[in-house]
């Protein structure tokens, strides 16, 4: 068995090695997690919600799970989704959102989307701002989110 006594440099040296190993790994855990293709389509005046849209990948080898959202641009931000339930569309809030592991999820505008509640001005088209996804792993993880057209139906262009 190593008797560390005898290696008094070992032990100086190791709480700095422990130290500055965890920053990295928390960079390596939320580098995991990336959103990509950020979008948004325009609102028209007076406009009291809008909506995100963007594709979130997975590279970790673990689930992660989506707590909540937030934006400047709203008083609120939070994930909803749209399906079809007895031949009409609904739609609903889901507290939370698993990630698979090394798997992607699209929010669409017929799918998954983050709900922007409350906007504090209209969307207008080639803005840009900035949304927040506060994972249980990776924690917060931001993008910067393009404004389309108005009515767009599709991210056209790539986010700055």
């Known amino acids: 068995m190593l008797n560390l006594l005898k290696y008094p440099a070992f032990l100086l040296a190791l709480p700095f090695v422990l130290l500055t190993a965890t920053p990295s790994l928390a960079a390596d855990t939320a580098a995991a997690v990336s959103i990509v293709q950020a979008w ?3 609102t028209p005046p007076g406009a009291e919600t809008g909506a995100a849209y ?3 990948n997975n590279r970790s ?3 992660d799970v989506i707590l909540g959202a937030n934006s400047a641009v709203a008083t609120e931000a939070s994930v909803h989704e749209m399906k ?5 569309m609904q739609m609903r809030a889901v507290p939370k959102l698993s990630l698979a592991p090394k ?3 699209t929010f669409s505008p017929h799918g998954y989307h983050v709900m922007l509640t409350g906007l504090k001005k209209p969307l207008k088209e080639g803005d840009h701002f900035k949304l927040a996804l ?6 917060a993880v931001e993008v910067d989110v393009v404004v389309e057209g108005l009515g767009a139906s599709q991210f056209t262009g790539p986010a700055k």
């Open 40 to 42: 948004s389509p325009a």
């Open 54 to 56: 963007f594709t979130i």
């Open 61 to 63: 080898g673990a689930a």
């Open 84 to 88: 079809m339930a007895g031949g009409m």
């Open 103 to 105: 798997a992607s999820v």
């Open 134 to 139: 506060q994972l249980q792993h990776a924690g």
